[in-house]
């Protein structure tokens, strides 16, 4: 069954589990409120809509890459927005149930952890919402959905870490689809600021929603004249803003007092969009209620700063040009305070940012002519960084901040708030870097902290704002006069130091979105790969380089005996095979010890030919067919190992299929001669007991490993072993010499020197 995770922020989330055809009937066929005045007539009001993906075959969970994401786009004025998960499960009967976890996330990718690891330091992490299910489906439903980004993760309980044949077992697959179905607004009530607006509600709610400029300060939302047929007082709720998950910061006010009048506060609303307002009735039905709605716009007058600024105000300043530094003068506190231009004070000093795009999700921000930051006592200053691309989401954003020891004293503080959607603006009210509808992330600078660091993952598409204030707390008087320079760095990365020596950072793709994540190795998690808690060290990683390359020196077993048996193209098989599973291994392996001589898909393609072709010209040559017959064999063999493994590398049927047939051609010639002889072959029993025996012994626990016993944890040892087996099956598999042929023949032949030869036919001799 469904299973809602945290953050939910009250009743804006249900969760429900129902067949999917079922959850569709009930949405699509559910009548709408009814419009004020008639409660059995539909609102046509409303409309729905429905939206669909192509369904994802899902994985078991070891990064953030095994993890099927979904992009959808709620549109405006959305009131219900339902997703429908639905599961499907193939593969036969002997695969089971698993669970599957669903994130959701508004704005950008959900940032999870099923493992439990370890984030970086100053890393900056919300709890995710999250629902569990079975094979039984599921809906969730979200009252008052944010417009914009919504994501939907998915996947199967982590990985058990099991290396497994592709082809070998049966797979179970288990196939995830979301559709999201929402009802929104057609006709929504204009609500102008200072204009009161005349409503009427009986049964079902009022849909208004009101512009908030760039620059506001303050939203005040009032109710007035509030009055009802059969109730005392005003029994209405308002609900202000949409609701986003992890975190819901919907601002209900419910009027039920005796007076006619009450208000709603919202310091620092989100700029530059539409503020969703519902007024629902709590006098019940077929009770009328009338008020009027009213919004007031307190605004934020900024003093854009630039160089020109700076040196127009400020002519007592000097400016260091090889570092672009501003150094503050006494005067400087003034600046803003009051202006000639238009009258009124200042409530905010914003910086110009300029964003320079530098490849995919990566972006650098700096103020513009390379001004630091001034911050005073008296206004925070603002720099406000665009992150609303749509494509920005999918990185990972990080702010350095940075002040001088000598120009910070020891009663003095420099707050710092980072926002999304509004700045905070309230520092000398509280410190909590909380705005209408968000929470923001605190950091400080001090004497004894002079640098600050902060790390998001995945931060919303949003315009982001970085707010600074000098704060005195406890002789406010000291920052009067004070003012401090801050030094920033601003960069949206796809991976935070490039997943480290211990990680690699891959660029993921879900459709046209784009998003990065961390692939770890040598034991190392996390989602930046900095979690060692179960890594390797430096030792181990040298021991497993030097296991799983010198293990395959055991293939000179089988190429002298193959040289001294005159063997030579299974000779030149064994060496190819010993030098690019060598060398592929040296490359493959993680962290520091590596060594690669040429790609890494080249050489692991030769190593996976190699290893088939040794097995195929093994089993050919204990067939002893004629000299024609088995080189022929050989080479179209080979050339279909060529064609297979392009395919398709991780089949195992690929090497396996090639094999068999080898194998029953080994055995029909086996029966042939039997049969012609009229006794065993091969007719020795010293053969069977100490090479044919122990050499199959050696091959069945070769592919027994390979096949069931290998996983990521022990793979240097386990397949280390594998090497040895493969090898050491050659070497006592290969057929004895000709009684005829004398040892190291091969060799003797290579030599150049004159050879007397006979022609029979004619009985003449010739030197050559």
């Known amino acids: 069954m469904g299973l809602a995770g945290t953050g939910t922020g009250g009743a804006a989330v249900a969760v429900a589990v129902a067949g999917p055809l079922l959850l569709l009937l009930q949405l699509l066929s559910r009548p709408p409120p009814a419009s004020a005045g008639d409660s059995r007539k539909s609102d046509s009001r409303l409309v729905s809509e429905q939206f669909s993906q192509s369904p994802q075959k899902l994985s078991f969970y070891s990064w953030y890459g095994s993890a099927r994401l979904f992009h959808f786009r709620v549109p405006p004025d959305t009131v219900l927005l339902r997703w429908l998960l639905q599961v499907s499960r193939g593969g036969g009967p002997t695969c089971t149930n698993v669970?599957?976890?669903?994130?959701?996330?508004?704005?950008?990718?959900?940032?999870?952890?099923?493992?439990?690891?370890?984030?970086?330091?100053?890393?900056?992490?919300?709890?995710?919402?999250?629902?569990?299910?079975?094979?039984?489906?599921?809906?969730?439903?979200?009252?008052?959905?944010?417009?914009?980004?919504?994501?939907?993760?998915?996947?199967?309980?982590?990985?058990?870490?099991?290396?497994?044949?592709?082809?070998?077992?049966?797979?179970?697959?288990?196939?995830?689809?979301?559709?999201?179905?929402?009802?929104?607004?057609?006709?929504?009530?204009i609500l102008e600021p200072d204009v009161p607006l005349p409503q009427t509600?009986?049964?079902?709610?009022?849909?208004?929603?009101?512009?908030?400029?760039?620059?506001?300060?303050?939203?005040?939302?009032?109710?007035?004249?509030?009055?009802?047929?059969?109730?005392?007082?005003?029994?209405?709720?308002?609900?202000?803003?949409?609701?986003?998950?992890p975190s819901n910061f919907q601002k209900v006010l419910t009027c039920t007092g005796p007076t006619r009048a009450c208000h709603l506060l919202l310091p620092s609303p989100p700029w530059d969009r539409w503020?969703?307002?519902?007024?629902?009735?709590?006098?019940?039905?077929?009770?009328?209620?009338?008020?009027?709605?009213?919004?007031?716009?307190?605004?934020?007058?900024?003093?854009?700063?630039?160089?020109?600024?700076?040196?127009?105000?400020?002519?007592?300043?000097?400016?260091?040009?090889?570092?672009?530094?501003?150094?503050?003068?006494?005067?400087y506190q003034d600046l803003g305070r009051s202006s000639g231009?238009?009258?009124?004070?200042?409530?905010?000093?914003?910086?110009?940012?300029?964003?320079?795009?530098?490849?995919?999700?990566?972006?650098?921000?700096?103020?513009?002519?390379?001004?630091?930051?001034?911050?005073?006592?008296?206004?925070?200053?603002?720099?406000?960084?665009?992150?609303?691309?749509?494509?920005?989401?999918?990185?990972?954003?990080?702010?350095?901040?940075?002040?001088?020891?000598?120009?910070?004293?020891?009663?003095t503080l420099v707050m710092v708030c980072v926002n999304a959607a509004s700045p905070f603006l309230s520092f000398n009210a509280s410190l909590n870097c909380t705005t209408a509808f968000f929470q923001g992330y605190f950091l400080f600078l001090s004497t004894s902290s002079r640098k600050a660091n902060l790390i998001i993952p995945y931060p919303e598409s949003d315009n982001w704002f970085l707010s600074l204030q000098l704060v005195c707390p406890q002789s406010p008087e000291e920052c009067?006069?004070?003012?401090?320079?801050?030094?920033?760095?601003?960069?949206?990365?796809?991976?935070?130091?490039?997943?480290?020596?211990?990680?690699?950072?891959?660029?993921?793709?879900?459709?046209g979105y784009l998003y990065a994540g961390c692939s770890c190795k040598a034991g190392w998690r996390g989602w930046s790969c900095t979690d060692n808690s179960t890594a390797q060290t430096l030792a181990q990683q040298r021991v497993a380089t030097l296991l799983l390359t010198l293990s395959n020196l055991m293939f000179l077993?089988?190429?002298?005996?193959?040289?001294?048996?005159?063997?030579?193209?299974?000779?030149?098989?064994?060496?190819?095979?010993?030098?690019?599973?060598?060398?592929?291994?040296?490359?493959?392996?993680?962290?520091?010890?590596?060594?690669?001589?040429?790609?890494?898909?080249?050489?692991?393609?030769?190593?996976?030919?190699?290893s088939g072709v040794s097995i195929w010209v093994t089993i050919l040559c204990m067939a002893r067919l004629k000299a024609a017959l088995k080189y022929v064999l050989l080479l179209l063999g080979t050339l279909v190992f060529a064609m297979s493994l392009q395919l398709d590398r991780r089949g195992a049927w690929n090497m396996m299929g090639p094999c068999l047939f080898a194998f029953m051609v080994m055995v029909t010639m086996w029966i042939y001669r039997c049969g012609h002889r009229h006794h065993c072959y091969p007719p020795s029993w010293q053969r069977w007991v100490f090479y044919l025996l122990p050499g199959m012994s050696m091959a069945a626990v070769a592919i027994a490993i390979y096949t069931s016993m290998m996983t990521s944890d022990n793979y240097?040892?386990?397949?280390?072993?594998?090497?040895?087996?493969?090898?050491?099956?050659?070497?006592?598999?290969?057929?004895?010499?000709?009684k005829h042929a004398e040892p190291w023949a091969c060799s003797q032949k290579l030599t150049c020197h004159y050879e007397i030869c006979k022609n029979h036919r004619e009985e003449l001799y010739t030197v050559t």
């Open 716 to 738: 240097y040892y386990t397949h280390s072993i594998w090497h040895m087996l493969l090898a050491g099956s050659a070497a006592f598999l290969l057929p004895p010499r000709d």
């Open 480 to 511: 009067e006069k004070a003012s401090v320079l801050v030094e920033t760095t601003l960069s949206l990365v796809p991976c935070l130091n490039d997943c480290g020596p211990y990680g690699q950072c891959l660029l993921l793709r879900r459709h």
């Open 201 to 245: 509600l009986l049964s079902h709610p009022s849909y208004l929603k009101v512009f908030i400029p760039e620059y506001t300060q303050e939203l005040r939302l009032e109710l007035q004249g509030c009055e009802s047929n059969r109730s005392l007082g005003c029994p209405v709720r308002l609900t202000v803003g949409s609701a986003t998950l």
């Open 557 to 610: 077993a089988p190429i002298i005996l193959s040289v001294y048996r005159c063997l030579l193209v299974e000779a030149s098989v064994y060496a190819y095979t010993m030098f690019f599973s060598t060398f592929y291994h040296a490359c493959d392996q993680p962290g520091e010890a590596v060594l690669c001589i040429l790609n890494y898909d080249t050489l692991q393609y030769c190593d996976f030919l190699g």
């Open 99 to 189: 669970e599957i976890t669903v994130y959701f996330r508004y704005g950008a990718p959900p940032v999870i952890n099923p493992l439990g690891t370890s984030f970086p330091a100053n890393t900056s992490v919300q709890s995710s919402f999250l629902v569990k299910m079975l094979q039984s489906n599921t809906s969730v439903n979200v009252s008052h959905p944010a417009p914009g980004d919504w994501f939907v993760a998915a996947h199967l309980p982590p990985s058990t870490q099991k290396i497994e044949v592709k082809g070998f077992v049966p797979t179970c697959a288990y196939i995830f689809q979301p559709d999201m179905l929402v009802m929104r607004v057609v006709e929504v009530s």
């Open 341 to 411: 231009e238009g009258g009124g004070s200042f409530c905010l000093m914003s910086y110009q940012v300029m964003r320079e795009d530098m490849d995919v999700v990566s972006v650098h921000f700096r103020p513009l002519d390379r001004v630091s930051v001034l911050v005073q006592s008296d206004m925070p200053s603002v720099m406000q960084l665009h992150l609303n691309t749509g494509m920005d989401s999918g990185g990972t954003l990080i702010i350095s901040l940075w002040a001088n020891k000598s120009v910070i004293s020891n009663n």
């Open 275 to 331: 503020l969703q307002v519902t007024a629902k009735s709590l006098a019940g039905p077929h009770v009328s209620v009338a008020f009027s709605a009213v919004a007031a716009l307190t605004a934020c007058r900024p003093w854009i700063v630039n160089l020109q600024h700076l040196l127009q105000s400020s002519p007592n300043q000097s400016c260091n040009a090889s570092t672009g530094l501003l150094l503050p003068s006494l005067g």
